[in-house]
């Protein structure tokens, strides 16, 4: 069983009955999901992710005081704290009144302000293009259980997926440090002896075609040490995980460094194969940095559109 499955259960079994019994009037206010930070938010966690922040829990999500005041925040919380402190073999930890870090009683207003810098989770142009994708991820992972007014559901739908030219933005800034790392300067440093260099290189090419193969998928990049479990997931490019693998952790001994330039382009023609699927492009040519440009003449937004190719990455 894992995490999600866990306070889903806990949730059903223990919470539910308390929230109808002793709070029947917060119910069309209130959401209960479990969501944000951590292994078992995104379905992610296994025996060893067990060793800290693992436990029977949800969180209990309120809007302002205004709607919900603090006695009757705090009432929520100590019927939350007198739950079972064991369930299906698992002990809960101890948690701070009116909030604990991930599970209790949090304001929503607040954990969308802390994960994305805005309350109703509406993001200006200049947010979406700049907030880390990991908390974009952590706002929308996870699952609800329930929503009262719906209001958490609109914030999670809105935050779901990048607006299309900010996603064309970021897409065309990975394509040409793909482009500038892998298929230019990975070979040059080595031809001047620099094999740190090199790997340097290597390491941000597979940078940007991780975020590259995401943003095609539409979906957010999780927290590094998560990305390659879930590209590997990802419906299209998964398989560039492996090659993302490869160039990581070999060396750059002269048959290994051909091996690792020839997987360099094949990755690279792969992601412009689905560029081209998705009408992203209209350069027709094997070099990522002129489909970047070609994506980015594409956004429709003059503004965005005139940034600097990089603003977004």
């Not at 290189?201 to 940007?208: D, I, N």
Request: aromatic share 10%; net charge negative.
């Amino acid at each position: 069983m894992n995490g999600l499955e866990l306070s889903e259960r806990f949730y059903a079994e223990c919470g539910k009955t308390m929230l109808e019994e002793q709070f029947p009037d917060l119910l069309p206010h209130l959401a209960v999901g479990l969501f944000g930070s951590g292994s078992e938010c995104a379905g992610f966690d296994d025996e060893l992710s067990r060793d800290h922040d693992f436990e029977p829990g949800f969180m209990l999500l309120l809007p302002g005081e205004d709607v919900v005041d603090r006695q009757t925040a705090f009432r929520l919380e100590r019927a939350y704290a007198k739950l079972p402190k064991e369930f299906l073999g698992f002990r809960r930890s101890q948690v701070a009144p009116v909030g604990g870090a991930r599970h209790g009683v949090i304001r929503t207003a607040e954990f969308f302000s802390e994960k994305v810098g805005a309350p109703d989770g509406i993001l200006t142009v200049s947010q979406w293009l700049t907030v880390p994708e990991q908390a974009l991820f952590e706002a929308t992972n996870g699952r609800l259980f329930f929503d009262g007014s719906g209001e958490v559901t609109r914030i999670r739908a809105g935050l779901a997926r990048y607006p299309e030219d900010v996603r064309k933005k970021k897409l065309a800034g990975n394509l040409l440090l793909m482009a500038q790392a892998g298929q230019y300067n990975y070979t040059r440093c080595l031809r001047h002896g620099e094999t740190g260099a090199a790997q340097l290189a290597a390491g941000e090419f597979v940078r940007a075609l991780m975020r590259a193969a995401f943003l095609l998928n539409g979906a957010y990049m999780p927290y590094y040490k998560w990305s390659f479990r879930a590209m590997r997931a990802l419906p299209k490019l998964s398989l560039l995980a492996e090659t993302a693998e490869y160039l990581l952790t070999t060396d750059n001994e002269p048959e290994i460094a051909e091996t690792k330039y020839d997987m360099i382009e094949d990755a690279a023609a792969d992601v412009i194969e689905e560029l081209q699927e998705q009408g992203l492009t209209k350069a027709i040519c094997g070099d990522l940095e002129k489909h970047a440009y070609s994506v980015n003449d594409a956004i429709a937004d003059g503004g965005i559109r005139n940034l600097h190719i990089l603003a977004a990455v």
